[in-house]
T-cell receptor, first 110, second 112 residues
């Protein structure tokens, strides 16, 4: 069983639509991260959320950390083909271990 | 600005063969990591090294060994490759006190 569960696993939408991706766990984390990965490349960090209830915005991407620090969401407004990729959430255990969710594969069609 | 460099990019092995995946970073980071990525499984931690001279197991260490050769280099060895080890392997590094992982571009390994 994975420490972090992501949903949905796959998402295919039209350009201009909005979407939300979820990352859930039964554990409490001090912080949670979101990464984006393109084919043939390693993941790249988008954001780190630290405080329960925290909301961070990165252009059209909005990240939220749950009040209980067990879950997080990523919302994309007016998705564009350039948003296509694999979105991964990650949590840090014992200061050194980074555990990743199973990922959400997003395809934005023009 | 190379960042994290992994070699080779592609490798095909026969069952039972051994090989070492190499990883080097030029950012003077203390911590280094090895992950494997399988479809639908995200990234799973194999081993990590919090600092030069130390290594620790992650989620899926069986069948692998690691060596932190110096601060720059962290290698992953498969002593007797199995088809279940077919995967894409990623190396990552991190500066102490900072939570950002920097990844290499991966090694695609097939074990026949």
């Amino acid at each position: 069983t994975q420490l972090l569960e992501q949903s949905p696993q796959f998402l295919s939408i039209q350009e201009g639509e909005n979407l939300t991706v979820y990352c859930n766990s039964s554990s409490v984390f001090s912080s949670l991260q979101w990464y984006r990965q393109e084919p043939g490349e390693g993941p790249v960090l988008l954001v780190t959320v630290v405080t329960g209830g925290e909301v961070k915005k990165l252009k059209r991407l909005t990240f939220q950390f749950g009040d209980a620090r067990k879950d997080s969401s990523l919302h994309i407004t007016a998705a564009q083909p350039g948003d296509t990729g694999l979105y991964l959430c990650a949590a840090i255990y014992n200061f050194n271990k980074f555990y990743f969710g199973s990922g959400t594969k997003l395809n934005v069609k023009p | 600005n190379a960042g994290v460099t992994q070699t080779p990019k592609f490798q095909v092995l026969k069952t039972g063969q051994s090989m070492t995946l190499q990883c080097a970073q030029d950012m003077n980071h203390n911590s280094m990591y090895w992950y494997r990525q399988d479809p639908g499984m995200g990234l799973r931690l194999i081993y990590y090294s919090a600092s030069e001279g130390t290594t620790d197991k992650g989620e899926v260490p069986n069948g692998y060994n690691v060596s932190r050769l110096n601060k720059r280099e962290f290698s992953l060895r498969l002593e007797s490759a199995a088809p279940s080890q077919t995967s894409v392997y990623f190396c990552a590094s991190r500066d102490s006190g900072r939570e950002k992982l920097f990844f290499g571009s991966g090694t695609q390994l097939s074990v026949l």
